[in-house]
Protein backbone atom coordinates (compact mmCIF):
# COMPACT_ATOMS: atom_id res chain seq x y z
CA UNK A 1 0.00 0.00 0.00
CA UNK A 2 1.89 3.13 -1.13
CA UNK A 3 1.30 5.93 1.49
CA UNK A 4 0.87 9.52 0.58
CA UNK A 5 3.46 12.15 1.81
CA UNK A 6 3.21 15.62 1.38
CA UNK A 7 6.11 17.37 0.13
CA UNK A 8 7.08 20.69 2.00
CA UNK A 9 9.41 22.94 0.65
CA UNK A 10 10.71 26.12 2.92
CA UNK A 11 11.58 29.25 0.58
CA UNK A 12 14.30 31.81 1.40
CA UNK A 13 13.07 34.98 3.00
CA UNK A 14 14.33 38.30 1.35
CA UNK A 15 17.21 40.35 3.41
CA UNK A 16 14.83 43.22 4.31
CA UNK A 17 18.13 44.72 6.14
CA UNK A 18 19.49 44.84 2.39
CA UNK A 19 17.01 46.74 1.00
CA UNK A 20 16.63 49.44 4.50
CA UNK A 21 20.60 50.39 3.49
CA UNK A 22 20.25 50.82 0.37
CA UNK A 23 17.68 52.96 0.41
CA UNK A 24 19.02 54.67 3.20
CA UNK A 25 21.78 55.62 1.16
CA UNK A 26 20.25 57.07 -1.62
CA UNK A 27 18.24 58.97 0.82
CA UNK A 28 21.16 60.39 2.63
CA UNK A 29 22.74 61.54 -1.43
CA UNK A 30 19.12 63.24 -1.69
CA UNK A 31 19.54 65.03 0.96
CA UNK A 32 23.27 66.17 0.89
CA UNK A 33 22.45 67.30 -2.53
CA UNK A 34 19.74 69.38 -1.06
CA UNK A 35 21.59 70.52 1.84
CA UNK A 36 24.43 71.57 -1.30
CA UNK A 37 21.42 73.22 -3.22
CA UNK A 38 20.35 74.80 -0.29
CA UNK A 39 24.03 76.37 0.64
CA UNK A 40 24.00 77.67 -2.79
CA UNK A 41 20.71 79.20 -2.82
CA UNK A 42 21.71 81.02 0.35
CA UNK A 43 24.88 82.52 -1.10
CA UNK A 44 23.11 83.37 -4.42
CA UNK A 45 20.47 85.44 -1.96
CA UNK A 46 23.28 87.03 -0.42
CA UNK A 47 24.96 87.59 -3.82
CA UNK A 48 22.08 89.06 -5.36
CA UNK A 49 21.94 91.45 -1.95
CA UNK A 50 25.22 92.68 -2.62
CA UNK A 51 24.85 93.27 -6.22
CA UNK A 52 21.52 95.55 -5.62
CA UNK A 53 23.54 97.73 -3.18
CA UNK A 54 26.33 98.09 -6.32
CA UNK A 55 23.16 98.34 -8.41
CA UNK A 56 21.74 101.60 -5.49
CA UNK A 57 24.65 103.02 -4.91
CA UNK A 58 25.75 103.31 -8.97
CA UNK A 59 21.88 104.78 -9.86
CA UNK A 60 22.31 107.11 -6.94
CA UNK A 61 25.57 107.96 -7.78
CA UNK A 62 25.08 108.86 -11.61
CA UNK A 63 21.51 110.99 -10.73
CA UNK A 64 23.44 113.01 -8.56
CA UNK A 65 25.83 114.42 -11.41
CA UNK A 66 23.01 114.76 -13.60
CA UNK A 67 21.09 117.26 -11.57
CA UNK A 68 24.75 119.04 -11.03
CA UNK A 69 25.15 118.72 -14.85
CA UNK A 70 21.67 120.52 -14.82
CA UNK A 71 22.25 122.93 -12.48
CA UNK A 72 26.00 123.58 -14.22
CA UNK A 73 23.47 124.78 -17.49
CA UNK A 74 22.75 128.61 -17.94
CA UNK A 75 18.73 129.11 -17.11
CA UNK A 76 17.58 128.99 -20.64
CA UNK A 77 18.82 125.35 -21.31
CA UNK A 78 17.59 123.88 -18.02
CA UNK A 79 14.19 125.25 -19.56
CA UNK A 80 14.46 123.41 -22.53
CA UNK A 81 12.92 120.36 -21.75
CA UNK A 82 14.16 118.89 -25.56
CA UNK A 83 17.80 119.38 -24.89
CA UNK A 84 20.03 116.43 -25.43
CA UNK A 85 22.65 115.30 -23.03
CA UNK A 86 26.01 115.33 -25.32
CA UNK A 87 28.36 113.00 -24.79
CA UNK A 88 30.46 114.23 -22.82
CA UNK A 89 27.85 114.94 -20.24
CA UNK A 90 26.49 111.39 -20.33
CA UNK A 91 30.51 110.04 -20.05
CA UNK A 92 30.49 112.16 -16.88
CA UNK A 93 27.58 110.67 -15.26
CA UNK A 94 28.78 107.24 -16.61
CA UNK A 95 31.78 107.64 -14.77
CA UNK A 96 30.13 108.45 -11.44
CA UNK A 97 28.02 105.00 -11.59
CA UNK A 98 31.39 103.16 -12.48
CA UNK A 99 33.30 104.39 -9.42
CA UNK A 100 30.39 104.07 -7.27
CA UNK A 101 30.21 100.31 -8.52
CA UNK A 102 33.67 99.80 -8.25
CA UNK A 103 33.45 100.71 -4.52
CA UNK A 104 31.05 97.68 -4.29
CA UNK A 105 31.89 93.43 -3.96
CA UNK A 106 29.70 90.75 -4.41
CA UNK A 107 30.88 87.17 -2.89
CA UNK A 108 34.37 86.73 -4.49
CA UNK A 109 34.61 89.81 -6.71
CA UNK A 110 36.05 92.66 -4.73
CA UNK A 111 35.50 95.75 -7.27
CA UNK A 112 32.67 95.30 -9.78
CA UNK A 113 32.88 96.66 -12.99
CA UNK A 114 30.10 97.56 -15.29
CA UNK A 115 29.30 96.40 -18.82
CA UNK A 116 28.32 98.66 -22.05
CA UNK A 117 24.32 99.45 -21.60
CA UNK A 118 24.88 98.65 -18.00
CA UNK A 119 23.97 102.86 -17.27
CA UNK A 120 20.70 104.13 -19.09
CA UNK A 121 19.65 107.55 -18.90
CA UNK A 122 15.81 108.09 -19.45
CA UNK A 123 12.48 109.62 -17.97
CA UNK A 124 10.75 107.81 -15.22
CA UNK A 125 6.75 108.44 -14.69
CA UNK A 126 6.47 109.26 -10.82
CA UNK A 127 2.69 108.21 -11.69
CA UNK A 128 3.04 105.33 -13.77
CA UNK A 129 6.29 104.23 -12.32
CA UNK A 130 7.21 103.35 -15.81
CA UNK A 131 11.49 104.13 -17.07
CA UNK A 132 11.70 105.29 -20.75
CA UNK A 133 15.05 105.50 -21.94
CA UNK A 134 16.03 108.36 -24.23
CA UNK A 135 18.93 110.96 -23.72
CA UNK A 136 16.53 113.85 -24.37
CA UNK A 137 16.53 115.88 -21.34
CA UNK A 138 16.32 112.53 -19.05
CA UNK A 139 15.31 113.09 -15.61
CA UNK A 140 16.68 109.21 -14.22
CA UNK A 141 19.35 106.62 -14.17
CA UNK A 142 18.69 103.69 -14.61
CA UNK A 143 22.05 101.48 -13.09
CA UNK A 144 22.23 97.23 -13.49
CA UNK A 145 24.84 95.11 -11.91
CA UNK A 146 25.67 92.02 -12.81
CA UNK A 147 27.63 88.61 -12.47
CA UNK A 148 27.25 86.86 -15.59
CA UNK A 149 29.40 86.87 -18.64
CA UNK A 150 29.14 90.47 -19.58
CA UNK A 151 30.56 91.45 -16.29
CA UNK A 152 32.38 90.13 -13.39
CA UNK A 153 32.08 86.63 -14.28
CA UNK A 154 28.75 84.30 -13.41
CA UNK A 155 28.82 83.10 -9.71
CA UNK A 156 30.36 79.49 -9.28
CA UNK A 157 27.99 76.87 -7.04
CA UNK A 158 29.71 74.72 -4.38
CA UNK A 159 27.28 71.97 -4.57
CA UNK A 160 24.86 72.27 -7.45
CA UNK A 161 27.72 71.57 -9.79
CA UNK A 162 26.41 67.98 -8.83
CA UNK A 163 23.12 68.64 -10.82
CA UNK A 164 24.77 70.29 -13.42
CA UNK A 165 25.03 73.91 -11.77
CA UNK A 166 28.78 75.10 -11.94
CA UNK A 167 26.89 78.42 -12.19
CA UNK A 168 24.75 81.59 -11.40
CA UNK A 169 23.70 84.74 -13.26
CA UNK A 170 22.98 87.43 -11.24
CA UNK A 171 21.84 90.56 -11.99
CA UNK A 172 19.79 93.23 -10.02
CA UNK A 173 18.78 96.91 -11.19
CA UNK A 174 17.80 100.25 -9.42
CA UNK A 175 16.60 103.52 -10.70
CA UNK A 176 17.44 106.94 -9.27
CA UNK A 177 15.15 109.66 -10.68
CA UNK A 178 15.43 113.26 -10.28
CA UNK A 179 12.46 114.88 -8.33
CA UNK A 180 10.89 118.08 -7.66
CA UNK A 181 9.20 118.21 -4.28
CA UNK A 182 6.88 115.83 -5.45
CA UNK A 183 3.81 117.48 -5.60
CA UNK A 184 2.30 118.88 -2.34
CA UNK A 185 4.33 120.77 0.48
CA UNK A 186 3.66 119.35 4.21
CA UNK A 187 2.10 121.56 6.51
CA UNK A 188 5.17 122.94 8.53
CA UNK A 189 7.72 123.38 5.76
CA UNK A 190 7.11 126.27 4.14
CA UNK A 191 7.36 127.97 7.85
CA UNK A 192 8.57 131.73 7.50
CA UNK A 193 6.27 134.95 7.33
CA UNK A 194 8.08 136.23 4.30
CA UNK A 195 8.28 134.81 0.53
CA UNK A 196 9.94 136.24 -2.49
CA UNK A 197 8.88 136.36 -5.85
CA UNK A 198 9.72 133.97 -8.54
CA UNK A 199 11.53 136.85 -10.37
CA UNK A 200 14.60 135.31 -8.51
CA UNK A 201 15.02 133.12 -10.41
CA UNK A 202 15.15 134.54 -13.88
CA UNK A 203 17.74 137.36 -12.93
CA UNK A 204 15.41 140.62 -11.88
CA UNK A 205 16.68 139.51 -8.70
CA UNK A 206 20.10 138.97 -6.92
CA UNK A 207 20.56 136.10 -5.54
CA UNK A 208 23.36 137.42 -3.44
CA UNK A 209 21.38 140.08 -1.78
CA UNK A 210 19.60 140.10 0.81
CA UNK A 211 15.63 139.72 1.65
CA UNK A 212 14.79 143.57 2.06
CA UNK A 213 11.84 145.43 3.28
CA UNK A 214 12.59 148.66 2.60
CA UNK A 215 12.28 150.23 0.33
CA UNK A 216 10.57 148.27 -1.26
CA UNK A 217 10.16 147.76 -4.81
CA UNK A 218 12.71 146.40 -7.16
CA UNK A 219 15.62 145.94 -4.21
CA UNK A 220 13.54 143.68 -2.11
CA UNK A 221 11.65 141.60 -4.68
CA UNK A 222 9.87 139.88 -1.53
CA UNK A 223 7.06 140.83 1.10
CA UNK A 224 5.60 139.97 4.46
CA UNK A 225 2.47 137.78 4.41
CA UNK A 226 0.52 135.52 7.11
CA UNK A 227 0.24 132.80 5.09
CA UNK A 228 -3.61 131.59 4.24
CA UNK A 229 -5.16 133.60 7.48
CA UNK A 230 -7.33 136.48 7.51
CA UNK A 231 -6.60 139.66 7.63
CA UNK A 232 -3.23 140.43 6.53
CA UNK A 233 -2.03 143.39 8.90
CA UNK A 234 0.70 143.90 11.53
CA UNK A 235 -1.33 142.92 14.33
CA UNK A 236 -1.88 139.10 12.63
CA UNK A 237 1.55 139.28 11.07
CA UNK A 238 3.62 139.55 14.86
CA UNK A 239 0.77 136.72 16.32
CA UNK A 240 1.91 134.45 13.32
CA UNK A 241 5.34 135.19 14.11
CA UNK A 242 5.09 134.79 17.76
CA UNK A 243 2.91 131.52 17.21
CA UNK A 244 5.83 129.95 15.08
CA UNK A 245 7.92 130.88 17.73
CA UNK A 246 5.86 129.12 20.79
CA UNK A 247 4.84 126.31 18.54
CA UNK A 248 1.09 127.56 19.20
CA UNK A 249 0.84 128.30 15.14
CA UNK A 250 1.89 125.67 12.17
CA UNK A 251 2.53 126.51 8.74
CA UNK A 252 -0.34 124.99 6.13
CA UNK A 253 0.63 123.10 3.61
CA UNK A 254 1.58 124.16 0.45
CA UNK A 255 -0.01 122.46 -3.21
CA UNK A 256 1.73 124.40 -5.92
CA UNK A 257 -0.03 126.63 -8.07
CA UNK A 258 -3.14 126.55 -6.54
CA UNK A 259 -2.69 127.47 -2.71
CA UNK A 260 -2.69 131.28 -2.02
CA UNK A 261 -0.75 133.40 0.93
CA UNK A 262 -2.21 136.77 2.03
CA UNK A 263 0.23 139.26 1.72
CA UNK A 264 0.17 142.34 4.11
CA UNK A 265 2.10 145.00 1.74
CA UNK A 266 4.37 147.69 3.13
CA UNK A 267 7.57 147.01 5.55
CA UNK A 268 5.46 146.05 8.82
CA UNK A 269 8.73 147.67 10.96
CA UNK A 270 6.56 146.38 13.88
CA UNK A 271 7.16 142.91 13.06
CA UNK A 272 10.88 142.77 13.08
CA UNK A 273 11.32 142.67 16.83
CA UNK A 274 9.44 139.57 16.98
CA UNK A 275 11.30 137.96 13.79
CA UNK A 276 14.11 138.59 15.31
CA UNK A 277 13.17 136.83 18.51
CA UNK A 278 12.56 134.17 16.15
CA UNK A 279 15.82 134.52 14.49
CA UNK A 280 17.58 133.49 17.97
CA UNK A 281 15.38 130.67 18.53
CA UNK A 282 16.30 128.74 15.37
CA UNK A 283 19.59 130.04 14.54
CA UNK A 284 22.41 127.70 15.24
CA UNK A 285 26.26 128.10 14.84
CA UNK A 286 28.38 126.17 11.91
CA UNK A 287 31.45 124.87 12.16
CA UNK A 288 31.73 125.23 8.62
CA UNK A 289 30.89 128.98 7.62
CA UNK A 290 31.87 130.52 11.75
CA UNK A 291 28.22 131.94 11.85
CA UNK A 292 25.03 131.87 13.11
CA UNK A 293 22.22 130.43 10.24
CA UNK A 294 19.15 129.86 10.14
CA UNK A 295 18.02 126.54 7.18
CA UNK A 296 14.85 127.69 5.71
CA UNK A 297 12.12 126.59 3.13
CA UNK A 298 11.56 130.10 1.82
CA UNK A 299 8.04 130.38 0.05
CA UNK A 300 7.96 131.51 -3.65
CA UNK A 301 4.94 133.50 -4.99
CA UNK A 302 3.98 134.57 -8.83
CA UNK A 303 5.65 137.48 -9.71
CA UNK A 304 2.96 139.66 -11.46
CA UNK A 305 4.81 140.20 -14.52
CA UNK A 306 8.28 138.94 -15.96
CA UNK A 307 10.20 142.31 -14.71
CA UNK A 308 8.04 142.63 -11.87
CA UNK A 309 9.07 143.13 -8.30
CA UNK A 310 6.10 145.33 -6.51
CA UNK A 311 5.49 144.78 -2.99
CA UNK A 312 2.71 142.24 -2.77
CA UNK A 313 -0.27 143.42 -0.68
CA UNK A 314 -3.25 140.76 -1.37
CA UNK A 315 -4.11 136.71 -1.68
CA UNK A 316 -0.97 135.71 -4.40
CA UNK A 317 -0.44 132.25 -5.76
CA UNK A 318 2.23 130.89 -4.40
CA UNK A 319 4.27 128.23 -6.96
CA UNK A 320 6.49 126.49 -4.35
CA UNK A 321 9.38 126.94 -2.05
CA UNK A 322 13.45 127.53 -2.55
CA UNK A 323 16.12 127.03 0.06
CA UNK A 324 17.98 129.92 1.79
CA UNK A 325 19.95 130.46 4.60
CA UNK A 326 19.19 133.29 6.95
CA UNK A 327 22.47 134.11 8.25
CA UNK A 328 21.22 137.76 10.22
CA UNK A 329 17.85 139.94 10.43
CA UNK A 330 18.01 143.25 11.78
CA UNK A 331 15.67 145.95 11.54
CA UNK A 332 13.96 146.47 7.85
CA UNK A 333 16.32 143.84 6.43
CA UNK A 334 16.90 140.25 6.26
CA UNK A 335 19.96 139.02 5.47
CA UNK A 336 19.95 135.51 3.66
CA UNK A 337 21.74 133.21 0.79
CA UNK A 338 18.93 131.98 -1.33
CA UNK A 339 19.54 128.95 -3.81
CA UNK A 340 18.75 130.43 -6.47
CA UNK A 341 19.20 126.74 -7.94
CA UNK A 342 17.25 124.72 -5.58
CA UNK A 343 13.96 125.89 -6.63
CA UNK A 344 10.81 122.99 -6.13
CA UNK A 345 7.46 122.81 -7.48
CA UNK A 346 4.96 120.47 -8.00
CA UNK A 347 5.85 119.49 -11.27
CA UNK A 348 8.28 120.97 -14.10
CA UNK A 349 6.30 122.97 -15.97
CA UNK A 350 7.95 125.59 -18.74
CA UNK A 351 4.41 127.91 -18.63
CA UNK A 352 4.39 128.04 -15.12
CA UNK A 353 6.71 131.05 -13.99
CA UNK A 354 9.44 129.91 -12.05
CA UNK A 355 8.67 126.34 -13.65
CA UNK A 356 11.44 124.41 -15.06
CA UNK A 357 14.26 125.80 -12.49
CA UNK A 358 16.44 123.99 -10.64
CA UNK A 359 14.60 120.74 -10.09
CA UNK A 360 17.26 119.18 -9.58
CA UNK A 361 18.64 119.14 -5.76
CA UNK A 362 16.10 115.92 -4.19
CA UNK A 363 16.46 112.51 -5.27
CA UNK A 364 14.14 110.24 -5.71
CA UNK A 365 14.91 106.44 -5.21
CA UNK A 366 12.57 103.56 -6.79
CA UNK A 367 14.35 100.01 -6.76
CA UNK A 368 13.45 97.51 -9.10
Given amino acids: MWKKHRLSISLPLLNQRGIAAISGAFMAVAMAIMAGVTIDVGHALLTQNELQ ?61 LSQGDIEFGTWDFNAQTFNPTVNRPNAIRATARRDGAANGAMPTFFAGMLGVNTMNLSTSSIAAL ?15 FAISSNWFNGVANCDAGIQFSPTGVNGCAGWHVFDQTPANANKL ?38 IDLWNAKKQWSNDSGRY ?76
Fill in 53 to 113: NASDAAALAAARQLGVTYLSMPIGEQQDLSRALTGNEQAQVTAQATAAAFANSASDVNNLS
Fill in 179 to 193: GTSGGPVPPGVADVP
Fill in 238 to 275: RQTIVGLNDGSYQSPGIIPGQTQFTFTGGEVSSAFNDL
Fill in 293 to 368: EWDINLPVYQASSPSACDNPNQSITIVGYTKAVVTEVKKNDIQAEVKCDGFFDGAPNPNQAGGGLGHFSPYRYIQD
